[in-house]
């Protein structure tokens, strides 16, 4: 069985595409683009299982269309439609290994952020690049939400593989949000 630690959730299923199976994945990042794994974990009620996808093609920058092994028909592709996806951490390359780059601040979601003098914040649960100031949507332990904006001179450490983000935010910040 998978151990949902070892994966990370990209996206999620949102519609059938054509007769033959194919689908649309909302991603918020695009790993299964720059890593190497052959399949992809859906959430099938609980548990995740593994899907092989034979291949994927770019609709926009938030949107792919994937083909899977098994999948040919719409009404097998219709009992995707909904399931929440998740890429194996493993399969992640590593950052130091090549010029990393972030498909868009989007692909933060989900990562654990502290700063580096208040400690743990929470984790982030939604990214608004709608603007010219990216703001991160964090979910702190105690249930309360805190909005902060987010700029590349804020970050003093980044790990994709284990889903943290450090960050050193201006004095009062955090406070801005009580």
Same mark, same amino acid.
């Given at each position: 069985m998978i151990d949902r630690n070892d994966t990370y959730h990209i996206g999620r299923i949102t519609r059938i595409r054509g007769l033959k199976g194919e689908v649309e994945l909302r991603f918020t990042d695009d790993a299964f683009d720059r890593g190497d794994s052959p399949y992809l974990f859906m959430d099938m009620d609980g548990l995740l299982v593994?899907?092989?996808?034979?291949e994927y093609g770019f609709k926009n920058k938030e949107t792919a269309i994937f083909s899977f092994e098994d999948i +040919?028909?719409? +009404?097998k592709a219709r009992r995707l439609v909904g399931r929440e996806v998740y890429y194996p951490l493993e399969a992640l390359p590593d950052e130091?290994?090549? +010029?990393f780059e972030l $498909? $868009? #601040?989007? /692909? @933060?979601?989900?990562? !654990?952020? !502290?700063?580096d003098r208040a400690g743990a914040l929470g984790e982030i649960s939604g990214v608004d690049e =709608? =603007? /010219?100031n990216v703001l991160l949507y964090i979910d702190k332990e105690d249930g309360e939400e805190l909005? @902060?904006? #987010?700029?590349?001179?804020?970050l003093v450490d980044f790990n994709l593989k284990k889903r943290t983000l450090t960050l050193h935010l201006p004095d009062g910040l955090v406070e801005l949000n009580k």
């Open positions: 593994p899907f092989f996808w034979e +040919d028909t719409e +009404d130091e290994e090549e +010029d $498909s $868009s #601040y989007k /692909a @933060l979601t989900g990562f !654990r952020v !502290r700063d =709608s =603007s /010219a909005i @902060l904006p #987010y700029h590349d001179d804020f």
